[in-house]
């Protein structure tokens, strides 16, 4: 696809992306990505990443700041941290298994032609909209679907039983103990036992 198509798909992005913003606190839009403030300070972001190779664009996402990753900044644990970055939580599209961003296991979008663009542009605001933004969301400020939003996919947050643990504490919203306990059983959030199951029964 040629670089006129890349450079029309990018502005009607923005649009949406804008779009999308108007309608959340604190979600600035710029080039290519949804910026996320808590406070005055800029914690998270949702970015479209260009891969020259296949000519398409995978999501991605981190979170860097905010309540949750403050307090489990404040954690050591005996354990390697999943993510390889300083991020409490972060994604890339390709990595997903639910193929929601692109609609297939690759988990990235081909550049649209001109006369695709707009449909594809809808998509991407439909998805932001539904799912990924409030995801980013929830892992600034504890919400209601924070815990199911780890135990579904805990590879990518960075130690998801602290994660889990320090969200429940600063939570003002009642947590799904089914949730709690589902994560207990996973060998995907209870890397060590000695240190995670405690973090975990204490919310129970």
Known sequence: ????????????LL????????????????????K???GKKFVAE??????SRIDSYVLGGMVYGGKIHEYVSSY????????????????MSSG???????????????????????????HIRSVLEEFYVSKILACI?????????????????????VFIHCAVKLSEVPQDKEQIEAAMKS????????????LLEELL
């Open 76 to 91: 050591t644990p005996p354990y390697k941290n999943n993510l390889f970055n300083e991020a409490s939580f972060s994604f």
């Open 36 to 38: 996320f403030k808590h």
């Open 141 to 161: 400020i504890p919400a209601k679907r924070t815990i199911s939003d780890v135990v579904s996919s805990p590879n990518e947050y960075a130690y998801p039983a």
């Open 96 to 122: 997903e298994q639910n193929k929601r961003f692109s609609g297939d296991l690759g988990g990235a979008i081909k550049t649209p032609s001109s006369n695709s663009v707009v449909e594809v542009c809808l």
């Open 1 to 12: 696809m040629s670089f006129e198509n890349r450079l029309h798909f990018e502005a009607e």
């Open 15 to 34: 649009k949406e992306l804008k779009f999308v913003a108007s309608h959340f606190e604190g979600v600035v839009a710029s080039k290519n990505k949804l």
């Open 187 to 198: 060998k995907k959030i209870v890397k060590d036992r000695s240190y995670d199951v405690p």
């Open 46 to 51: 949702l970015f479209f990443d260009h891969l």
